[in-house]
């Protein structure tokens, strides 16, 4: 059965203090990885999609990378507005349609 | 270029009672997939629509169903609801398969409290 778990749960983090969010996954095969943010209230918002390994994809102080058997979410200098719940999922290669298997999230706390 | 909404986005029943939530998808997408979100389990998937066709199911009890009409919009029904069912409800939708991978869109999502 697919699997997705990330890590940690929760983060604290000072401003302009990088760190790296983990997701690992188990899945028969990989046909792509996402990533989401999720504030409180409201639906995930896409980031990034990581098709295979050693590609890496950015965006503002966001940098995603993908290996065989974990993604990772690099967090650069953040600031309060990257306050979030960061989602990791996986689309295994033979589901059949649109099918997401999700982690758990990380729950990212930026103090100013 | 209008984002996925829910409607309604806040929901009070009662167990035993049933439940219908609407979902409109970005325009010109056809793609059309619920998850159900809780503090325990996460997000869940419970099913996907394409073309009004059911694509593929998630490990649900029957009691949850949906259905996709011509414009794409989508309905989730679920009946004879349990207490266990209060969680935020969430639809995406993505705009074709003949892309590699297409990205999901979520609406807000509708919060349905069973008591």
């Known amino acids: 059965e697919d699997q997705v778990t990330q890590s940690p749960e929760a983060l604290r983090l000072q401003e302009g203090e990088s760190s790296s969010l983990n997701c690992s996954y188990t899945?028969?095969?990989?046909?792509?990885l996402f990533w989401y943010r999720q504030d409180p209230g409201k639906g995930p918002e896409f980031l990034f999609t990581l098709y295979s390994a050693g590609e890496e994809k950015e965006k503002e102080r966001l940098k995603a990378t993908l290996t065989k058997k974990e993604s990772f979410l690099h967090i650069t200098a953040p600031k309060p507005e990257d306050s979030a719940t960061y989602l990791c999922a996986v689309q295994p290669d033979k589901a059949a349609g649109n099918k997401l298997t999700f982690g758990g999230g990380t729950r990212v706390l930026v103090k100013p | 270029k209008a984002g996925v909404t829910q409607t309604p986005r806040y929901l009070i029943k009662t167990r035993g009672q049933q439940v219908t939530l609407s979902c409109s998808p970005i325009s010109g997408h056809r793609s059309v997939s619920w998850y159900q979100q809780t503090p325990g389990q996460g997000l869940q998937f419970l099913f996907e629509?394409?073309?009004?066709?059911?694509?593929n199911k998630g490990n649900f009890p029957g009691r949850f169903s949906g259905r996709q009409f011509s414009n794409s919009r989508s309905e989730m029904n679920v009946s004879t609801l349990e207490l266990g069912d209060s969680a935020l409800y969430l639809c995406a939708s993505s705009p074709s398969v003949i892309r590699l991978l297409p990205e999901q869109f979520f609406g807000p999502g509708t919060r349905l409290t069973v008591l």
């Open positions: 899945v028969s095969g990989l046909r792509g």
């Open positions: 629509y394409f073309s009004e066709t059911q694509r």
